[in-house]
């Protein structure tokens, strides 16, 4: 029905009502796979014609198994190159994002030094601020029309405490080679107009892109320089030489498997409303293509789309239902966060709801088995858009036997066909892990709102790499 749906009231004196869309509840598709849709209906492809072979076979059609196929190209326009999908291409998390991306979140370079040493971590960190430029840079060169806008990351602070935590951020990040600006509530207000702005901090590596378009576009581009890509054909094995689908048999010197497994690694949550007009924006001064964020720890995300509508999403320990592709209580905050960034008495109809789960962390894991000819690319977390380009084009340099920069990362194994797979009691704790991170989150909120001071718990919840 098309009835009220309450959210709470706003920042000031009138309630922000919110209402489903015309049709009943919102959609669970993810917005992107709509709009690529009203802009031009795809047909899936065919499925492989029984057994074929080819001189690299990608399993995996999302965003890091397309750009793999499309570097290899690049290296040697000659190679044969097959794309497998057991789906249609950008089905899964690469076609379900929340609409931004960008190098992802700096804490990580923490972990990456205890491990490998602090000029490893910047090393990373740099080649993943390259990678937001270097998807840019090929959407612009093929002439993929994705709706790309880099504006950067606004992170406001409400309370002295948030604000407090986001300087400290802000000169952790400088420390590993990022550039974070602090600003002032002045600032904040050329941006966004947030109620109840404090201050806040400027991350220029993130931006907004229409996932979906940027997935089709790139079939189009490998097609059109000779690749093969398949759809609706599952691969069943992946071994020295060949990969089974369900469709026949891939004989190939080298295979990829982009179909991102690794560890669980929770859900990220989003929701659209419908297109927004011209006052309302100019109300909510938020600029194109800068994705803003609020200062808690798990923080919620919003951006304005290409058809100007309001998209905000929020990360949780919890999968999305089977069902429905949402968490209910997911769903309930960014309604609550949507009423806070809506002008009093606003009525915005919410279209869209959806949901996906990921796994991996907050950087990439892959490698290459030269005596098995198999390399593989991990779930590359939740900004897989950018760290999906950098697995791509260091998957591509593994396979054709270039040594580089890229292929000694910290994050690049060689010599086993596959990272250890995670036994059930793994993937149980794993998902423990994350959701005592989450709880971190709420008590960490929860503290600095009671002292007014930076939690002490921020550690606990900076293992999460959510920022």
């Given at each position: 029905?098309?009835?009220?749906?309450?959210?709470?009231?706003?920042p000031?004196?009138?309630?922000?009502?919110?209402?489903?869309?015309?049709?009943g509840?919102?959609?669970?598709?993810s917005?992107?796979?709509?709009?690529?849709?009203?802009?031009?209906?795809?047909?899936?492809?065919?499925?492989?014609?029984?057994?074929?072979?080819?001189?690299?076979?990608?399993?995996?059609?999302g965003?890091?198994?397309?750009?793999?196929?499309?570097?290899?190209?690049?290296?040697?326009?000659a190679?044969?190159?097959?794309?497998v999908?057991?789906?249609?291409?950008?089905?899964?998390?690469?076609?379900?994002?929340?609409?931004?991306?960008?190098?992802?979140?700096?804490?990580?370079?923490?972990?990456?030094?205890?491990?490998?040493?602090?000029?490893?971590?910047?090393?990373?960190?740099?080649?993943?601020r390259?990678?937001?430029?270097?998807?840019?840079?090929?959407?612009?060169?093929?002439?993929?029309?994705?709706?790309?806008?880099?504006?950067?990351?606004?992170?406001?602070?409400?309370?002295?405490?948030?604000?407090?935590?986001?300087v400290?951020?802000?000169?952790?990040?400088?420390?590993?080679?990022d550039?974070?600006?602090?600003?002032?509530a002045?600032?904040?207000?050329?941006?966004?107009?947030?109620?109840?702005?404090?201050?806040?901090?400027?991350?220029?590596?993130?931006?907004?892109?229409?996932p979906?378009?940027?997935?089709?576009?790139l079939?189009d581009?490998?097609?059109?320089?000779?690749?093969?890509?398949?759809?609706?054909?599952?691969?069943?094995?992946?071994?020295?030489?060949?990969?089974v689908?369900?469709?026949?048999?891939?004989?190939?010197?080298?295979?990829?498997?982009?179909?991102?497994?690794?560890?669980?690694?929770?859900?990220?949550?989003?929701?659209?409303?419908?297109?927004?007009?011209?006052?309302?924006?100019?109300?909510?001064?938020?600029?194109?293509?800068?994705?803003?964020?609020?200062g808690?720890?798990?923080?919620?995300?919003?951006?304005?789309?290409?058809?100007?509508?309001?998209?905000?999403?929020?990360?949780?320990?919890?999968?999305?239902?089977?069902?429905?592709?949402?968490?209910?209580?997911?769903?309930?905050?960014?309604?609550?966060a949507?009423?806070?960034?809506?002008?009093?008495?606003?009525?915005?109809?919410?279209?869209h709801?959806w949901?996906?789960?990921?796994?991996?962390?907050?950087?990439?894991?892959?490698g290459?088995?030269?005596g098995?000819?198999?390399?593989?690319?991990?779930?590359?977390?939740?900004?897989?858009?950018?760290?999906?380009?950098?697995?791509?084009?260091?998957?591509?340099?593994?396979?054709?036997?270039?040594?580089?920069?890229?292929?000694?990362?910290?994050?690049?194994?060689?010599?086993a066909?596959a990272?250890?797979?995670?036994?059930?009691?793994?993937?149980?704790?794993?998902r423990?892990?994350?959701?005592?991170r989450?709880?971190?989150?709420?008590?960490?909120?929860?503290?600095?709102?009671?002292?007014?001071r930076?939690s002490?718990?921020?550690?606990?919840?900076?293992?999460?790499?959510?920022?």
């Amino acid at each position: 029905m098309d009835g009220a749906h309450e959210a709470g009231a706003g920042p000031g004196d009138g309630a922000v009502v919110l209402r489903w869309s015309s049709d009943g509840e919102p959609s669970s598709r993810s917005l992107w796979a709509d709009l690529a849709d009203a802009a031009g209906p795809r047909p899936a492809r065919d499925p492989l014609d029984g057994d074929t072979t080819a001189d690299v076979v990608v399993v995996g059609a999302g965003l890091t198994g397309l750009w793999t196929a499309y570097y290899l190209l690049e290296a040697d326009p000659a190679l044969d190159v097959l794309v497998v999908e057991q789906d249609v291409a950008g089905a899964g998390a690469s076609g379900r994002t929340g609409g931004w991306y960008g190098a992802g979140p700096a804490a990580a370079a923490a972990r990456i030094a205890a491990e490998h040493g602090a000029d490893a971590a910047r090393a990373a960190r740099a080649a993943l601020r390259d990678a937001v430029v270097e998807v840019g840079g090929v959407a612009a060169a093929e002439q993929v029309d994705c709706d790309l806008a880099v504006g950067g990351l606004l992170t406001v602070a409400r309370t002295p405490a948030q604000l407090a935590r986001l300087v400290a951020e802000a000169e952790s990040a400088r420390a590993w080679g990022d550039e974070a600006e602090e600003l002032d509530a002045d600032d904040v207000g050329t941006l966004a107009r947030v109620p109840g702005a404090l201050g806040g901090t400027l991350v220029p590596d993130i931006g907004r892109l229409q996932p979906v378009a940027l997935v089709r576009g790139l079939v189009d581009v490998l097609t059109a320089h000779g690749a093969r890509v398949v759809e609706g054909t599952r691969a069943v094995r992946l071994s020295p030489g060949a990969v089974v689908t369900d469709q026949g048999t891939v004989r190939a010197p080298l295979a990829v498997r982009a179909t991102g497994d690794g560890a669980p690694a929770g859900a990220r949550h989003a929701l659209a409303t419908e297109p927004l007009p011209a006052d309302v924006w100019a109300a909510v001064g938020l600029r194109r293509g800068v994705v803003l964020a609020d200062g808690t720890h798990r923080p919620v995300r919003a951006l304005r789309s290409a058809d100007d509508r309001l998209v905000l999403s929020l990360r949780t320990a919890r999968r999305p239902a089977a069902v429905s592709g949402r968490d209910p209580a997911a769903v309930r905050r960014l309604h609550r966060a949507l009423a806070h960034l809506l002008p009093d008495g606003v009525t915005a109809r919410t279209t869209h709801a959806w949901g996906v789960a990921l796994a991996g962390g907050p950087v990439p894991a892959l490698g290459f088995d030269p005596g098995t000819g198999i390399a593989w690319a991990d779930a590359t977390g939740d900004d897989g858009v950018a760290a999906g380009n950098l697995a791509g084009r260091t998957l591509a340099d593994l396979l054709t036997g270039s040594d580089g920069p890229l292929t000694r990362l910290p994050w690049v194994t060689r010599g086993a066909t596959a990272r250890p797979r995670a036994s059930a009691a793994h993937r149980l704790a794993d998902r423990a892990a994350a959701a005592a991170r989450a709880g971190a989150a709420a008590l960490a909120d929860r503290e600095e709102r009671v002292t007014g001071r930076p939690s002490r718990l921020a550690g606990v919840v900076g293992a999460a790499g959510e920022r």
